[in-house]
């Protein structure tokens, strides 16, 4: 589940517009009938309440099917002549990706 894309805002929201929409989602679904939509957009709120949580999403969001950056970095500091991890260009390197990644639309 891509937040952004539940609440229908673009990644340089801000915290007026998140709130806006999740009370204008909250009128469409309301959780008497439709809680499954309701927990949707409360989950997705919840993500996207401050900006720390939004730029938190920007740098680490990655879809279901995809590794964690952590993962990433686990199985690179294992390959063959790695005898210690990665220093800070390789791990910047990695950040980078996987914020590209967060960016890039999920059905991909």
Sequence with gaps: MNPFVVLDLPPDCT???VRAAYHR??????PEAFPAEFQAVQEAATALKTERDRWRLHLFYQP???E???EVLRK???LPG???PPG?????SLL???ASAARQPADK
């Design 15 to 17: 915290d007026e517009q």
């Design 25 to 30: 989602l909250l009128r469409q679904y309301p």
């Design 64 to 66: 279901a099917e995809t």
């Design 68 to 70: 964690s950056p952590m």
């Design 76 to 78: 690179f500091s294992k």
């Design 82 to 84: 790695r005898s210690r």
């Design 88 to 92: 800070f260009p390789a791990f910047k």
């Design 96 to 98: 980078r990706a996987a």
